[in-house]
């Protein structure tokens, strides 16, 4: 018998109950090592000395190894010895050199990836820098006309005239917010409920995505996708006004005051006026998804594939800030007292920047499984914001003082598009399916539908003056006026 251990012939042999069959250890080495590891040297189990077990064996004295009877044999016996601890330091040397080797390679990539690090900072840094002074054209007769202003990057602080802007639109709209009545001439829910198509106007477009409706609900923008935009009179019910940007398909559209602004596929987002460039932003690095503009009219915010949100100054015609998001934007809205920006995301999130500070304020997250945010509004009321996603067939309501939803509305279909009316009673929804409105009542905070009326492929819907008319883009370029 053999340790295994130290390959000899044990003077106190044990063996392992948890070792494999036939280990034999010396008892002395055994014990040294469970004390030092507390586990068996072969199978790497727990192992204690309780688990060795002694084994007997004959008494008999060992012979003497007959190399060992002379000194010729014990010098030969030597040699041998001294010729296996060369041989061993000879590898060990080589082993050295093999790992000094490999050590230095590793720091030779080491020192070229820092390298590229350092270098590719600063390419980002410069491109950033270049980025800041990007200029804007931007000139009221569509001109070109180079401004050369430099522009703020990743958030940084709006000017102070801007945040004075802010500053009075929010205390001018909320000052009265909560008192406001309803007018008398508003629609009641029962007029909602008697909405039918009355008439309907061919918009000859045929990749309209959405309306814009002005402050004064009688004008109705839409764009095609080789970017042309028309604009809708309701009291005509005829467009009135066709132009050609040349900027690509439309996304998204909004009124700035008396301006139409679009969003458009290649990036760009064009401000018009009675069908005239006004002024066109060139910052978005790939499709600008959704454009909104500031209750003041003055300021306007866009977002866009490239993740990033930017803040415009219609008067001046400069870009104000750029900030970036985690995620693509799909759908943006300012709160009504202009001091809130919401942008819906492609993960289904939704995300709540405070516009004074260009900062993050809160994110709603998105639900499991949740697919990009369709469409955002912001109910008048000011504590409400309403969110659809894509593909979903409910609306949900959140409420801004709590921080969480306050009620899921089931549309019966995929939502598309969704409006608030001034008022905040009644919320509009769309989708291939139809329309359907839901009434919130005050006195009895409770929710119903006045209204679900079919229109077949919905794309976006919005209330027209004082209530009293429903107005619906279908997929294939149909302007629909519902009402009484």
């Known amino acids: 018998m053999l340790c295994a251990i130290s390959g000899e012939a044990p003077e106190q042999p044990v063996a392992s109950r948890k070792s494999g069959v036939g280990n034999v250890f010396e008892k002395r080495l055994i014990e040294a090592y469970i004390a030092e590891n507390g586990s068996d040297p072969v199978n790497g189990e727990e192992l204690s000395p309780d688990d060795l077990v002694d084994l007997k064996q004959s008494r008999l004295a060992k012979p003497r190894p007959p190399q060992l009877t002379s000194i010729p044999a014990l010098l030969s016996t030597f040699q041998n010895e001294w010729d296996a601890l060369i041989l061993e330091t000879f590898q060990l040397k080589q082993q050295l050199a093999e790992t000094r080797q490999e050590l230095s390679t590793a720091l030779y990539y080491n020192d070229s990836a820092q390298r590229v690090i350092a270098r590719l900072q600063k390419e980002r840094d410069e491109a950033r820098d270049a980025l800041s002074r990007v200029s804007v054209t931007a000139a009221p007769n569509g001109a070109g006309q180079a401004n ?113 602004v679009v ?14 460039v006004k002024a066109k932003f060139q910052q978005h690095a790939g499709a600008a998804t959704a454009v909104a503009a500031h209750p003041s009219g003055e300021l306007l915010a866009s977002v866009g594939v490239d993740k990033s949100l930017v803040l415009y100054d219609l008067q001046s015609g400069k870009v104000l800030t750029q900030i970036f998001s985690d995620a693509a934007l799909t759908s943006t809205t300012f709160h009504p007292d202009g001091h809130l920006l919401a942008a819906g995301a492609a993960d289904g999130s939704i995300k709540l920047y405070d516009v004074k500070t260009c900062q993050l304020a809160h994110t709603f997250p ?119």
């Open 148 to 260: 050369g202003d430099a522009m703020q990057v990743d958030g940084q602080g709006l000017p102070q005239d801007v945040l004075d802007k802010i500053d009075a639109t929010q205390a001018k709209l909320s000052a009265t917010r909560r008192k406001r009545p309803v007018p008398e001439d508003w629609a009641t829910g029962d007029e909602v409920a008697a909405y039918d198509v009355k008439s309907k106007a061919d918009t000859q477009f045929t990749g309209a995505k959405s309306l814009a409706v002005d402050e004064t609900g009688d004008f109705f923008m839409t764009g095609d996708s080789d970017g042309t935009v028309g604009i809708y009179d309701l009291k005509q019910d005829a467009f009135t006004t066709r132009s050609n940007l040349s900027a690509g398909g439309i996304n998204h559209g909004a009124w700035a005051r008396d301006s139409a």
């Open 263 to 276: 969003a458009t596929a290649s990036g760009a987002v064009v401000v018009t006026q009675e069908g005239a």
């Open 366 to 484: 998105s639900p499991a499984g949740a697919t990009p945010v369709a469409d955002l509004n912001f109910s008048e009321n000011g504590t409400w914001l309403a969110s659809a996603h894509e593909g979903s067939t409910t609306v949900t309501v959140w409420d801004l003082r709590k921080l969480s939803a306050l009620k899921t509305l089931e549309v019966g279909g995929a939502v598309t598009g969704i409006s608030w009316d001034y008022t905040g009673q009644f919320l509009a929804a769309c989708g291939p399916g139809g329309v359907t409105v839901a009434r919130y009542t005050k006195a009895s905070k409770s929710w119903t539908e006045p209204l679900r009326k079919g229109v077949s492929g919905a794309q976006d819907v919005k209330w027209g003056a004082n209530a009293k008319k429903l107005v619906a883009l279908t997929s294939d370029g149909a302007v629909n006026v519902l009402a009484a």
